[in-house]
């Protein structure tokens, strides 16, 4: 049986150049052997473009206090930028995952072994609360 299909324009998905884009959480999960989330997110307007794979590690019980307060902000960071609702003293939920959206930068990868070259997400800082300005003191001569 001859199927009649043109694939001449069929490619292999590329990644986008460097630059803001507009991202949409397409799928979160938990790895408990990682114990990471495990996060694919679509570029939004470019479907030649394959999906993000964004990794959030969660602190582990032998992480040094470093270690811990740099995971942790690097989560804090994300669920900021996506929107995702979160208490300071209880946690999040992953199911508010999904769906989220954020404008974020994106950087190409080095290329790996076989030479292929991928997106990859830079977050936001979180932005800091405002810096009161020092007063002045006069001095008398």
Known sequence: MFINMNLSNVAEPKPV?????????SDAK????????????GIDGHLDAPNI???????????DAGKVSFKQL????????????FNDS????????????AAA???LSEPD???T??????????ANEPIKAPVATVRKS
Do not use: A, C, W
């Open 117 to 126: 070259v991928y997106n990859r997400m830079q977050l936001d800082k979180l």
């Open 90 to 101: 209880e946690g999040f939920n992953i199911e508010d995952f999904n769906g989220q959206q």
């Open 30 to 41: 938990f790895r408990e052997v990682k114990r990471d989330i495990e996060v694919s997110l």
């Open 74 to 85: 690097m989560l804090k960071r994300f669920l900021v930028q996506f929107n995702i609702p």
């Open 17 to 25: 150049s460097p630059g803001r884009y507009n991202l949409t959480i």
């Open 105 to 107: 930068q994106l950087n």
């Open 113 to 115: 072994d076989s030479g």
């Open 53 to 63: 794979r964004h990794f959030i590690s969660l602190p582990k019980s032998d992480d």
